[in-house]
């Protein structure tokens, strides 16, 4: 193996560099992974935009967290993988030790550890992410489908905590990669989902998705009055912000019924405040939750519903792009609306 290869490297807001770095040397207990499919995400989106993630990624650092691959090489102690195995690694792995983890909340662990550098020829995985949150893809799945646990798995964990019964009327704000496959979940559980969203294609696409019912979010529209319309004045079951919107988590509180869950599941950016009527939220007894990351158990259940075909690539990934055309997907991608995500061949 040659120890040069191509890799994006994020050096700050909107400067990102697909050049040549060192292949990465591995521990004792990593793997090194030949990136087969890297996937674009709006966080890496945010991230690039703004420069940095004080959690997720400190710049100069390699770049992007969604991906399968083959393994090429294992360090020494490690007995779970082998080289020519097919995996997906997710971008992180909790302690098990501190406070959170015992409490079953790996997602909020006091030191999780993450990873990127997923848009690149190959990434190190780290020990802690190989034993905990690393798996191997059935060889009936591809490797654009495995690439998507990883978001799928933060979806999957927002869905649950929202504790859904079937025939649930569960409106979903916001339709990008995420807000769809909130929508495809729901249908898979039997809920009847309502679609918010802006975008005449955002919302076609919902509707190919399954959803029962669209409502458009415009100028002159009011969703929450459109959502009360549909469900008998009484509001929804479950609501899920998927854009991440002062104005959109008010919509969310405002569209459940009585005894309803929100769950704000788009990040706000930072420092933003919202209003919340507290009247409704005490005496229709709404149950708010925000939920964040992934757990290495969502991760699994992810890729179990992506093996058994319930959630497919082609629904949310719609082009290829090479490593070298990185930025510029990003800058189109920053420019917001797409209800795809781009597949990145390194
Ligand atoms: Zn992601
Ligand atoms: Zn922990």
Redo the contacts with the bound molecule.
């Keep these: 193996m040659n120890n040069h290869m191509m890799a994006a490297v994020l050096y700050g807001k909107e400067h990102l560099q697909v050049e040549p770095v060192a292949v990465p040397t591995i521990g004792s207990g990593d793997i090194l992974v030949r990136v087969k499919v890297a996937l674009t995400c709006g966080t890496d989106v945010k991230v690039f935009r703004r420069g940095y993630h004080a959690r997720m990624i400190v710049p100069p650092a390699v770049f992007g967290h969604e991906l399968a691959g083959d393994v090429v090489a294992v360090g020494e102690d490690v007995t779970r993988f082998s080289v020519g195995q097919r995996v997906v690694a997710s971008n992180s792995a ?9 409490r079953g909340l ?1 997602n ?5 550890l993450f990873n990127n550098g997923a848009y690149a020829e190959y990434i190190r995985i780290p020990a802690r992410i190989v034993e905990r949150n690393t798996y191997e893809i059935p060889s009936h799945v591809g490797y654009h489908d495995a690439a998507l646990a990883e978001p799928l798995a933060c979806v999957v964990r927002g869905f649950e905590e929202c504790a859904p019964h079937e025939g649930d009327t569960i409106a979903i704000i916001g339709l990008g990669p995420i807000g769809l496959m909130f929508v495809k979940l729901a249908k898979l559980w039997g809920c009847r989902v309502v679609a918010v969203g802006r975008r005449q294609q955002q919302l076609a696409r919902a509707q190919a998705l399954g959803a029962d019912e669209l409502v458009v979010a415009g100028e002159h529209s009011d969703p929450v009055k459109a959502i009360r319309n549909l469900t008998h004045g009484r509001g929804a079951d479950i609501a899920i912000e998927a854009v991440g919107k002062p104005q959109t988590w008010q919509w969310a509180a405002n569209m459940v019924r009585r005894g309803g869950t929100v769950n704000f599941f788009g990040g706000c950016p930072n420092d933003s405040t919202v209003n919340l009527d507290t009247a409704l939220l005490h005496y229709s007894e709404i149950t708010c939750k925000a939920s964040f990351h992934h757990t290495p158990t969502s991760m699994q259940e992810a890729l179990d519903i992506i093996s058994s075909g319930g959630i497919r690539a082609r629904d949310f990934v719609e082009a290829e792009e090479s490593l070298e055309n990185l930025t510029r997907v990003m800058f189109r991608l920053a420019e917001g609306g797409t209800s795809f995500k781009t597949a990145i061949i390194p």
């Design positions: 909790p302690c098990e030790d501190c406070f959170f983890c015992r790996q909020l662990c006091e030191d999780l």
